[in-house]
């Protein structure tokens, strides 16, 4: 009797919890699909697959719901699909600009921010890049832009509206910026088709990778951070990292 009384206990718990994080029935998550440390989208065949697909779907077996997980471009397109409740939750990192529309979850990853230069350059540390003179190009919008834009003292930030690898190259080589900034892993992707173009090997800013759900909505977000405290005891996230090959 015990025995079953605690099984209806658990079932309700998990219904109630499926109820606010996927009111719908699916659990449905967004990520950055340009954004290799939050997950990839195939070109040829569309199939998703990093960390937040990983964390989506344990998270849905756990509700006992099917997940949809969905690639998008831009974090304003992201957030925007979480406040107006096209989608439950949304990977994105964390930025005081953006706390304004969502709630975030703890955090449960970090990525390095560097800058990629062409091989001849004289910048050899992110410090060295911070100086009069020197440009240094990024993603509108993106989170190392966010920060550069609060913090850089002496260089030139350049804003460009999601440029692919291709173009940034062609600024490089051109001479149009002396740095680009992103995360590391994007960096480190696009220095492995150019041999003319090398990774600063430190840190400006580590950026803090965490999980949105609408604003005020305080059942959902404490359902995540119990979620994330499990995944990380049980070394999910560890392993949804490693088998993204994240650097």
């Known amino acids: 009797m015990r025995i079953r009384r605690l099984f209806v206990v658990l079932f309700i718990a998990a219904v109630c919890k499926a109820q606010v994080l996927a ?15 939050q997950g990839r989208v195939d070109a040829k065949t ?16 756990q509700l006992g719901v099917p997940v949809s997980v969905v690639g998008v471009a831009g974090a304003r397109a992201l957030i ?21 529309d969502v709630d975030f979850s703890q955090v449960y990853s970090l990525s390095w921010s560097s800058y990629s230069v062409p091989a001849n350059s004289t910048l050899h540390a992110v410090a060295d890049a911070d100086r009069k003179g020197i440009r240094i190009g990024a993603a509108i919008g993106d989170s190392p832009e966010l920060y550069l834009s609060r913090n850089l003292k002496n260089a030139e930030l350049k804003r460009y509206a999601n440029p692919p690898a291709a173009d940034v190259l062609k600024m490089l080589a051109a001479g149009e910026i002396d740095a680009w900034a992103a995360n590391r892993q994007r960096l480190i992707e696009m220095a492995a088709s150019a041999p003319n173009l090398r990774v600063l090997p430190d ?38 990292i490693d088998r993204a090959g994240l650097k």
């Open 80 to 100: 925007d699909s979480v406040k107006n409740h096209t989608a439950d939750i949304g990977f994105l990192a964390f930025d005081p600009s953006r706390a304004a």
């Open 203 to 240: 840190n400006y800013f580590a950026v803090q990778q965490a999980i949105i759900v609408p604003k005020g909505d305080h059942a959902a977000l404490d359902a995540v951070n119990r979620f994330l405290n499990d995944a990380r005891t049980s070394g999910l996230i560890g392993k949804a």
């Open 46 to 61: 569309g199939a998703v697959s990093g960390p937040a697909v990983d964390l989506t779907r344990e998270l849905g077996r």
């Open 23 to 37: 009111p719908t029935g699916t659990l449905r998550a967004t990520f950055l699909e340009n954004n290799p440390v």
